[in-house]
Each structure stands twice: as C-alpha cells, then as structure tokens.
T-cell receptor, first 113, second 112 residues
C-alpha cells in the first residue's frame, strides 16, 4: 500500500456523460497532481493543486477540472466524455519537499463506450 | 523544448543477466531525472532520482542509473535480472515546479 487511495478502481461510462474520480492523499501532502495514462503510453500531466488552488495545467481542455479539499482528498471531474478519454487516471500525492517524494495511487481505469 | 525518449518499447532478458533500459532527454534547464516502475494494476513506484548531485545514482532493488550530460542520457541498469523485475519502466524529466514529462515507457520481460 502506498498510502494514496483512488476510487473507484474501474468505471464504465457512456460518451457524453460526466465522471468524478477521487483521490485520498497522504496526510501532510498539500499538493496533488493528476495524470492520464492511455493504453501503451506514459502518463500525461493533467493539472496540479496546491492548497486547494490549481497551480499548473497540462494540455487538457477545460472539461477536465478538479477540486482539492482541506482533508487531503481531491477530485478529477471530466465533462462531456469522449471515447479518447478512456485511460488509467493516476493521482500523485506530493509532500512539501516536492518531486522527490511523489507517491502515486494505483489509479482508476475509465472506459468510455 | 523539454522531452524524454525511451529508446526501446520492449526489452527481453533472461533471469540472471544484465538489464539496460535506455533513456535520452532534452532540456534547456538543469534537469531532474527519475526512473519509475509500474507493475500491472499498481501505481508508479520511484526507483531512483538524479538531482544534480552524484552522476551515478543508486536506487532500490539493485537498480542504478548514470547521468551523462554530454550524451543527454540517463540509462537504467541492473547487473542481474530477477523475475520480479518484469514490469513497465518510465524515465521522467522534471524541469522545475509541476513540469513533469514521462517517457512512453519500456516493458521489461524476464525469461526463466
């Protein structure tokens, strides 16, 4: 166990629907980042939250949004799902000392049909 | 532009033989480089990191990597492969803040 929990582990949605993925970070880790890993590819950075504010974003459209809560949990929301959104979504819990200590969850496998 | 290229999508070795996973990078800034491993249905686990200290970096499970600025490389090696090493390996570049770039990954197969 890494101490970072993601839910659900698997999810099937229909094109056009909306989805919320959840991540519970390690206590004291006030930064969380989310990644999309398509099949056969490396993870792609979606965005990062620090103390409940987005402070960095990758090349993803606005229909990808997030929230971070004071209890070290966070959400990734995706609206108007497209078939290409099918992927493994990973969250990384980041301690104050930064990249050295990224801890990844096991991910949520999203399938859009 | 910042980029990471893992030169092999698949590597197959026999148990007990050396492992070499190749990674080249491009960065306009002093890079921090990492290797992560991903076992099936698991999250990413940090193997080792280079952050401008010693160029030969030792990690967990007997892995090590050497940062070569002249060759813009950060290859991952292990003297003797074990069956449990079979997994996907990612070379990762960080150029400050949240700018983290993953390579496409190398799948390591270990034959008995």
């Amino acid at each position: 166990e890494t101490g970072v929990t993601q839910s659900p582990t698997h999810l099937i949605k229909t094109r056009g629907q909306q989805v919320t993925l959840r991540c519970s970070s390690q206590s004291g880790h006030n930064t969380v980042s989310w990644y999309q890993q398509a099949l056969g590819q490396g993870p792609q950075f979606i965005f990062q939250y620090y103390r409940e504010e987005e402070n960095g974003r990758g090349n993803f459209p606005p229909r990808f949004s997030g929230l971070q809560f004071p209890n070290y949990s966070s959400e990734l929301n995706v609206n108007a799902l497209e078939l290409d959104d099918s992927a493994l979504y990973l969250c990384a819990s980041i301690p104050p000392e930064g990249m050295d200590g990224y801890t990844f969850g096991s991910g949520t496998r999203l399938t859009v049909v | 532009a910042q980029s990471v290229t893992q030169l092999d999508s698949h590597v197959s070795v026999s148990e007990g033989t050396p492992v070499l996973l190749r990674c080249n990078y491009s960065s306009s800034y002093s890079p921090s480089l990492f290797w992560y491993v991903q076992h099936p249905n698991k999250g990413l686990q940090l193997l080792l990191k280079y952050t401008s200290a010693a160029t030969l970096v030792k990690g967990i499970n007997g892995f090590e990597a050497e940062f070569k600025k002249s060759e813009t490389s950060f290859h991952l090696t292990k003297p003797s492969a074990h069956m449990s090493d079979a997994a996907e390996y990612f070379c990762v570049l960080n150029t400050g803040g949240f700018k983290t770039i993953f390579g496409a990954g190398t799948r390591l197969f270990v034959k008995a």
